[in-house]
């Protein structure tokens, strides 16, 4: 397997961490109204974020360069970009800037999650194997786990102070 290009992939997750956190940041200042200066400069910053992931880092000249894992999750976060884009651009209520800030968040996370996981498994070098799930305990062994764990907490202070 080649190197991981990760060209423009880490770039989108940087540009969509920043928009997630400033119109978070926008919607804080939402009882100023959505022509505060407050709420407007987050918007055209988060708006500035989208328009570089778009026209600098996932032009078609990188995004040809990429794994197909990778390619995929570039051509989904183009796409989020477009469409945040033109709703910050057409933006009419706080409700809205609400909803965006919410999805472009949720969005963010989760593509981070892919593609750090992705790259974490894709990796030639890393050699990380996905962890196999561990079985969740009942509520009956859990109990005694933490009841044992409290009989030995309390013999330890008992032998402490004698």
């Given at each position: 397997?080649?190197?991981?290009?990760?060209?423009?992939?880490?770039?989108?997750?940087?540009?969509?961490?920043?928009?997630?956190?400033?119109?978070?940041?926008?919607?804080?200042?939402?009882?100023?109204?959505?022509?505060?200066?407050?709420?407007?400069?987050?918007?055209?910053?988060?708006?500035?974020?989208?328009?570089?992931?778009?026209?600098?880092?996932?032009?078609?000249?990188?995004?040809?360069?990429?794994?197909?894992?990778?390619?995929?999750?570039?051509?989904?976060a183009l796409t989020k970009s477009r469409?945040?884009?033109?709703?910050?651009?057409?933006?009419?209520?706080?409700?809205?800037?609400?909803?965006?800030?919410?999805?472009?968040?949720?969005?963010?996370?989760?593509?981070?999650?892919?593609?750090?996981?992705?790259?974490?498994?894709?990796?030639?070098?890393?050699?990380?194997?996905?962890?196999e799930p561990k079985p969740k305990k009942?509520?009956?062994?859990?109990?005694?786990?933490?009841?044992?764990?409290?009989?030995?907490?309390l013999e330890e202070i008992r032998s402490?102070?004698?």
């Amino acid at each position: 397997m080649s190197d991981v290009a990760s060209a423009c992939v880490p770039c989108a997750v940087g540009h969509f961490s920043t928009s997630a956190g400033v119109l978070n940041e926008a919607f804080r200042f939402r009882n100023e109204g959505l022509t505060s200066p407050q709420v407007l400069d987050r918007i055209a910053k988060a708006i500035e974020e989208q328009n570089a992931l778009e026209r600098v880092d996932l032009t078609p000249e990188k995004m040809q360069k990429l794994q197909p894992w990778e390619r995929s999750l570039a051509e989904e976060a183009l796409t989020k970009s477009r469409e945040l884009r033109h709703s910050l651009e057409s933006i009419q209520s706080v409700e809205e800037l609400e909803g965006l800030a919410a999805d472009t968040e949720e969005f963010y996370k989760k593509l981070n999650r892919e593609w750090t996981t992705k790259r974490l498994l894709e990796c030639p070098t890393c050699q990380i194997k996905p962890e196999e799930p561990k079985p969740k305990k009942s509520r009956v062994e859990y109990g005694s786990e933490a009841a044992e764990k409290r009989r030995k907490l309390l013999e330890e202070i008992r032998s402490e102070t004698y």
